[in-house]
C-alpha cells in the first residue's frame, strides 16, 4: 500500500497534497484563488536518486510520464512514441527526475 498523493500546478508553483496510509489529509486542492488546476498522481514509483515520479514528470531529459489505464507509460518527448511501461520497482533504474511537463 502507498500515500495517494497529488500535486497541482498553479502557473508559479506545485501544491502537493494527498492522503496517508495512516488516514491523514495533507495539504489542500486548490490555490490561493480558489480555481483547482489540473491534479496530477503520485506514481507510487521514486526515480534513481529517491526523488517521486508523478505524472507529467519529465525523465531523463527525453520522456514524460502518463497513465494508461491499468499502467504508468513512458513516452518519448520528441515524437510521442510509448516506449515503455513503468510497472515494478526495478523498472526505476536508471530513470533521473530532471523536470515537468510544465517547464517545457
Not at 26 to 36: D, E
Not at 43 to 63: C, Q
Request: with cysteine; hydrophobic share 30%; net charge negative.
Amino acid at each position: 500500500m502507498r500515500d495517494i498523493k497529488f500535486r497541482q500546478w498553479t502557473g508559479e508553483r506545485f501544491i502537493y497534497w494527498g492522503f496517508g496510509i495512516d488516514g491523514s489529509i495533507f495539504a489542500g486542492p486548490c490555490n490561493a484563488n480558489g480555481k483547482y488546476p489540473t491534479s496530477e498522481q503520485y506514481t507510487g514509483f521514486k526515480d534513481s536518486e529517491g526523488k517521486e515520479i508523478y505524472e507529467n514528470s519529465i525523465i531523463n531529459n527525453k520522456y514524460i510520464v502518463s497513465y494508461s489505464a491499468p499502467k504508468y507509460i513512458l513516452t518519448d518527448i520528441s515524437n510521442c512514441d510509448i516506449i515503455r511501461e513503468i510497472k515494478e520497482v526495478q523498472d526505476e533504474q536508471g530513470l533521473k527526475l530532471t523536470g515537468n511537463a510544465h517547464e517545457i
